[in-house]
């Protein structure tokens, strides 16, 4: 799955464990009803962030993940996370990663036709 926006937030890595750290992502979707899509990159993931600011137009890949926990009173609870694995930037709103289609007076018109030929084209 992917989420795309742009960033509103990066945190710091946080350290929660000896072995575990985590790095939070905003992103909030340019649609009518924005939404701000909490996104967490862990272990190595985080270094992916580095390289980003907010504001950027970026396309973030998910996955979504749910755990079950019984607390001591003996309670089922459900919890869901979304967990960032790769980032992308967008090109900017008006630039085209394709170079422009050149004007039609750039190409010569056909000057071999001949009607009597027989059309091969499967349309």
Avoid at 14 to 24: C, G
Avoid at 61 to 84: A, C, D, H, K, M
């Amino acid at each position: 799955m992917e989420v795309i926006g742009k960033v509103k937030v990066i945190n710091p890595e946080q350290q929660v464990s000896a072995s575990f750290k985590k790095r939070e992502l905003v992103v909030t979707t340019d649609e009518q009803y924005p939404q701000h899509i909490l996104v967490e990159f862990t272990q190595d993931k985080c270094d992916l962030l580095s390289n980003y600011k907010q504001g950027e137009a970026v396309k973030v890949s998910i996955n979504l993940r749910g755990r079950e926990w019984v607390n001591p009173q003996g309670e089922t609870r459900y919890f869901n996370s979304i967990q960032g694995w790769r980032i992308e930037r967008l090109a900017p709103e008006g630039s085209s990663q394709t170079p422009p289609m050149p004007a039609a007076e750039a190409f010569a018109p056909a000057t071999n036709l001949n009607e009597d030929e027989p059309d091969d084209l499967p349309f």
